[in-house]
């Protein structure tokens, strides 16, 4: 009773149901195939192998039908093409005997006679039936549903792509912003900002010659002298009182006029001491489009390690840390550069006394220990001007500020707090300009070319990433169309194969009708087909 469990007839004239995987199984048991049909089976396989190789016709309909169902040919498939062989004109060719004068004709024929004998054909129809039902179909599902996800997920991949290039060009845009150009040919445009400092130093020394700084000099100096109890020590801000005379001048001529010992030659000299800014923007810019696709790794050096100054001890408010601090998005430039200028000390000073190294034909806001000196002395009145605002704060009668309001110079003290505060906006003024983020950009440009050449590079980074990103994008999209043109494909396959199926499980339950006299029904799973 094993046996017949896997499948259930009823009695008299009803169908008899047969699961789809179990044809071949209960033909065997009811003697339908001989014992060994499926070895007589590969060798008509092997014939019809033989007969798909040699197959040569000139119909057109014929050959595309056997080119389509190559791989999968069964009896159905046989069947299916003796009955348009015998459609053609050859087919009307006959010998005098009656035979098709057609070779291949007979041959074909011959072999569905052979499949036909002892219902092997219903044996073969039988296993394609359960072979696509039960693995080819959903072989081709699950193909058609891996590429949907990986076409989803090949989308987001593309999404991802498109937004680094948008962030890597917003970047760029952002730094050639920062620096103050377009970005529409970088070297050029980078070595053309180096001409733009003797404006910069225009600005600086401009805002150095406010008449409230000169008297800003002054009160200091007298506040400085009182507070000595009268000495006669003079507190000097030397850099400061010359620029409130003079220009931003060469280092020697600054330095001959201190000892009283100006030339004729040095003053020519210093007519044409912004001559080499020119000349660093005529220089023959790198081609940015030769550089390569992968730029080097550039080794940085830590901010502070490579001996660069800027002089920035002033506890700064928010407005000023805003304004002179890059954002941490943007590359400090500083990172990148090669130092070859720190300050140096004469090592004959007396008394430990530092002294100002020899002139290097830079003018006093270009040279890095002049520009730091100039700093500390505006420093030095922003602490002075600070405390004296804190101290008018703090007027009781127990504070300091008192006891010197009352004393014979208490004049000094007659300074309103408005006054003071106004000094204050006029010393930030040239500190925020020599210490702004621009202009420490350029001071690092104009050092070498290879600042500047790693500056481009640096840039040049953010367009190759963008490029990068691009490419990949349009690489992922191209593979989104070829899982597409696959997924056309195995939908086609899938569904001439479902209909091939359901054409197999007609033709099985027919000819079993006609070899056992009753009516056979196929179950199971192939009738999810038909839905």
Not at 154 to 159: E, F, L, P, Q
Not at 358 to 370: Q, R, S, V
Request: aromatic letters at 8%; a negative charge; charged letters at 30%.
């Amino acid at each position: 009773m094993g046996k017949f469990n896997l499948y259930r007839m009823i009695v008299d004239n009803s169908a008899i149901e047969i699961e789809f995987k179990r044809v071949n199984e209960w033909l065997l048991d009811r003697k339908k195939v001989p014992k060994d049909w499926n070895k007589r089976l590969k060798a008509l396989h092997l014939k019809l192998e033989q007969l798909l190789d040699s197959f040569q016709l000139d119909n057109p309909q014929i050959r595309e039908y056997v080119t389509r169902n190559r791989d999968s040919f069964d009896f159905l498939c046989l069947r299916t093409l003796c009955d348009m062989l015998l459609r053609t004109d050859e087919a009307k060719q006959k010998t005098l005997f009656g035979q098709y004068s057609s070779t291949l004709i007979t041959q074909w024929l011959a072999l569905r006679t052979l499949y036909q004998k002892d219902s092997l054909h219903i044996a073969d129809m039988g296993r394609a039936m359960a072979q696509n039902t039960s693995f080819e179909i959903p072989a081709l599902k699950r193909n058609i549903i891996s590429n949907e996800t990986a076409i989803h997920e090949i989308h987001m991949k593309v999404a991802d792509a498109r937004s680094n290039a948008k962030t890597a060009e917003r970047d760029y845009e952002n730094h050639c912003q920062r620096l103050g150009i377009k970005g529409e040919s970088v070297a050029r445009e980078v070595a053309l900002l180096t001409s733009k400092l003797p404006e910069l130093y225009a600005d600086i020394v401009s805002s150095l010659k406010n008449q409230e700084i000169g008297e800003l000099i002054q009160y200091y100096k007298r506040f400085s002298k009182f507070s000595l109890l009268g000495k006669d020590i003079e507190v000097p801000l030397p850099l400061l009182e010359y620029f409130q005379k003079y220009n931003d001048d060469l280092v020697a001529l600054y330095q001959s006029r201190n000892q009283g010992k100006e030339t004729e030659e040095l003053l020519k000299q210093n007519e044409r001491r912004y001559e080499k800014y020119a000349a660093i923007a005529s220089e023959v810019p790198i081609d940015i489009e030769a550089l390569p696709m992968e730029l080097p790794v550039i080794e940085t050096i830590e901010a502070g390690s490579g001996g660069i100054d800027w002089g920035i001890t002033l506890e700064e408010s928010s407005d000023n840390k805003k304004e002179d601090k890059p954002a941490e998005n943007f590359t400090k430039w500083e990172d990148f550069i090669i130092l070859d200028d720190e300050p140096k000390k004469d090592d004959n000073a007396k008394g430990g006394e530092s002294q100002i190294s020899a002139p290097t034909g830079d003018t006093l806001l270009a040279d890095i220990e002049f520009r730091n000196l100039l700093i500390g002395e505006i420093n030095e009145l922003l602490y002075f001007i600070k405390h004296r605002i804190h101290e008018s704060k703090q007027s009781d009668g127990n504070s300091l500020f008192q006891v010197y309001a009352h004393s014979e110079t208490g004049d000094i003290f007659d300074i309103s707090e408005d006054k003071l505060k106004t000094w204050l906006k006029v010393v930030e003024n040239p500190l925020n300009l020599l210490t702004s983020y621009k202009i420490r950009s350029l001071f690092i440009m104009k050092d070498s070319p290879k600042n500047r050449q790693r500056i481009c590079d640096e840039l040049m980074r953010y367009k190759t990433l963008a490029r990068k990103q691009e490419e990949n994008a349009r690489a992922l999209l191209r593979k989104i169309d070829d899982l597409e043109s696959q997924n056309k494909t195995l939908r086609a396959n899938l569904e001439e194969m479902t209909k091939h199926t359901t054409a197999l499980k007609v033709a099985v339950e027919a000819d079993m009708k006609t070899l056992i006299k009753r009516d056979v029904v196929i179950t199971g799973e192939v009738n999810k087909l038909i839905k």
